[in-house]
């Protein structure tokens, strides 16, 4: 076990896999249904989700946000639900989670711990209504809930996609264009909520991996081709560059916050997915850039945040730096204990934010 006199973040990092065996014999001795859970590998299958979870743990302790751990748990427990798996199966593995850690860790290491689980504990007796539930459920600006309706274009935009037709969506697209729908609502409007709503039918088991693609790579094509339609910007334009930060696989966020700069008549570049905090600040020094935008989706890739920013620093000392994505929504003041200049929860959001930085 590591040293005990590391700072608790660290210690839950690098024990993260011996705690997680260590829990699910306790969970198993505790609770033996929880093995039909996973009937194909049940040992393998819970400690890799505890160990996930004691890394989304570490990362709420290090930014002392008990919410960052909490919308986590929230996340599972509905994911558990829609899969037939009971939230009493998670909760005895969280306190088998936290009964190893109290046998492993000092007195005040256990103190310092003991308001994540509480609230952790909390969110899972909750029904997934209220601000615990995590953003697929709660009702939240910009966020389709369960009852709210895509508007019809995007729903028929959906339906085309999953029914494998790719060339009806994408002319669907082009005819509400032609039908005076500009560039911005295409974003904010269809392509936004079709993404969120495709992340929240597999969420809730409807849909496939391979159904999330089908929806996912037309979104992907349409976003490069509504480029072709916006004007060049003048070359006064202020320049900013966006990226998913580090170990973030999910660019579609940036890419849609890049969008509206565009639409606003910045120069953009967007960097794609999963780029090096080096890379990001190669790209800020060699565009001369303004403006950087870092996207974080899980909560883990927060962890990339800080190593990013300060190699942006060390790159330029004129440029501005914005976070934002899905990681920040259950804590939404998380920014400012980043050294970044400005966050935004939304695209549109974004483009005020950062005219209001440069005003
Ligand atoms: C498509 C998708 C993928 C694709 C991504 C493809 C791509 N090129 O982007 C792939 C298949 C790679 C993927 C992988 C995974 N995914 Co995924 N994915 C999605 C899905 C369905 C849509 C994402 C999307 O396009 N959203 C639309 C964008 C526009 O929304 P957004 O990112 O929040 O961005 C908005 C704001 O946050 C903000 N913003 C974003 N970035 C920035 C940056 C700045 C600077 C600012 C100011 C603002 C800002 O503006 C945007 C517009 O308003 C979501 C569902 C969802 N609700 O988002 C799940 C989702 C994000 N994925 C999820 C998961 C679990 C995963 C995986 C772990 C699955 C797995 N087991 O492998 C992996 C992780 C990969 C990784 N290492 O990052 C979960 C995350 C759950 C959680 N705990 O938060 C979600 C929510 C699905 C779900 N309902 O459970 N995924």
Redesign the pocket.
Same mark, same amino acid.
């Given at each position: 076990m590591p040293s005990p006199s590391l700072p608790v973040a660290t210690l839950l990092e690098q024990g993260a896999s011996g705690y997680a065996a260590y829990a699910v014999q306790q969970l198993f001795e505790a609770r033996p249904e929880a093995r039909d859970c996973y009937p194909r590998g049940p040992f393998e299958a819970w400690k890799s989700k505890l160990s996930a979870k004691l890394a989304e743990l570490a990362v709420a302790v290090e930014f002392e946000s008990p919410q960052l751990f909490v919308? /986590?748990v929230s996340?599972?427990r509905d994911?558990f639900r829609s899969r037939g798996v009971s939230s009493r199966d998670l909760e005895v593995a969280l306190q088998s989670l936290q009964g190893v850690l109290q046998d492993e860790m000092t007195e005040s290491t256990r103190t310092a711990l003991a308001p994540y689980f509480e609230a952790a504990y909390r969110a899972l007796e909750s029904r997934g209504n209220a601000g615990a539930a *995590?953003?697929?459920n709660g009702r939240r600006e @910009? $966020?389709p809930a369960e009852d709210d309706e895509l508007n019809p274009t995007a729903l028929v935009f959906l339906e085309a996609c999953l029914a494998g037709e790719p060339d009806r969506a994408r002319a669907l697209v082009w005819q509400a264009l032609d039908n005076d729908m500009t560039l911005s609502q295409v974003v904010?409007e269809v392509? +936004?909520p079709v %993404?969120?709503e +495709? @992340? !929240?039918l597999?969420?809730r088991a409807e849909v496939g #991996?391979h159904e999330?693609?089908l929806v996912?790579t037309v /979104?992907?094509e349409v976003m490069v081709l509504l480029r072709s339609r916006v004007e060049p910007p003048e070359s006064s334009a202020r320049t900013v560059v @966006?990226a &998913?930060v580090q *170990?973030?696989?999910?660019?579609?966020? =940036? !890419?849609? #916050?890049l969008d509206l700069f565009a639409f606003s008549g910045w120069k953009t570049f967007n960097m794609g997915?999963?780029l090096p905090p080096e890379s990001m600040a190669a790209t800020v020094l060699d565009l001369e850039a303004d403006l950087a935008? +870092?996207? =974080? /989706?899980? #909560?883990t %890739?927060l962890r990339t945040v800080r190593p990013t920013v300060d190699a942006i620093r060390r790159a330029s000392d004129q440029v501005r730096i914005? $976070?934002?994505?899905? &990681?920040? %929504?259950s804590a939404p003041d998380l920014w400012s204990k980043l050294g970044v200049d @400005?966050?935004?929860?939304?695209?549109?959001? &974004?483009v005020q #934010?950062a005219d209001g930085l440069f005003r």
């Amino acid at each position: 076990m590591p040293s005990p006199s590391l700072p608790v973040a660290t210690l839950l990092e690098q024990g993260a896999s011996g705690y997680a065996a260590y829990a699910v014999q306790q969970l198993f001795e505790a609770r033996p249904e929880a093995r039909d859970c996973y009937p194909r590998g049940p040992f393998e299958a819970w400690k890799s989700k505890l160990s996930a979870k004691l890394a989304e743990l570490a990362v709420a302790v290090e930014f002392e946000s008990p919410q960052l751990f909490v919308s /986590t748990v929230s996340w599972s427990r509905d994911a558990f639900r829609s899969r037939g798996v009971s939230s009493r199966d998670l909760e005895v593995a969280l306190q088998s989670l936290q009964g190893v850690l109290q046998d492993e860790m000092t007195e005040s290491t256990r103190t310092a711990l003991a308001p994540y689980f509480e609230a952790a504990y909390r969110a899972l007796e909750s029904r997934g209504n209220a601000g615990a539930a *995590g953003p697929e459920n709660g009702r939240r600006e @910009g $966020v389709p809930a369960e009852d709210d309706e895509l508007n019809p274009t995007a729903l028929v935009f959906l339906e085309a996609c999953l029914a494998g037709e790719p060339d009806r969506a994408r002319a669907l697209v082009w005819q509400a264009l032609d039908n005076d729908m500009t560039l911005s609502q295409v974003v904010l409007e269809v392509l +936004i909520p079709v %993404q969120r709503e +495709i @992340g !929240r039918l597999w969420h809730r088991a409807e849909v496939g #991996v391979h159904e999330e693609r089908l929806v996912s790579t037309v /979104t992907e094509e349409v976003m490069v081709l509504l480029r072709s339609r916006v004007e060049p910007p003048e070359s006064s334009a202020r320049t900013v560059v @966006g990226a &998913a930060v580090q *170990g973030n696989n999910h660019d579609f966020g =940036v !890419r849609s #916050v890049l969008d509206l700069f565009a639409f606003s008549g910045w120069k953009t570049f967007n960097m794609g997915a999963n780029l090096p905090p080096e890379s990001m600040a190669a790209t800020v020094l060699d565009l001369e850039a303004d403006l950087a935008l +870092i996207s =974080v /989706t899980l #909560v883990t %890739q927060l962890r990339t945040v800080r190593p990013t920013v300060d190699a942006i620093r060390r790159a330029s000392d004129q440029v501005r730096i914005m $976070v934002g994505g899905r &990681a920040f %929504q259950s804590a939404p003041d998380l920014w400012s204990k980043l050294g970044v200049d @400005g966050y935004a929860s939304s695209a549109e959001e &974004a483009v005020q #934010v950062a005219d209001g930085l440069f005003r």
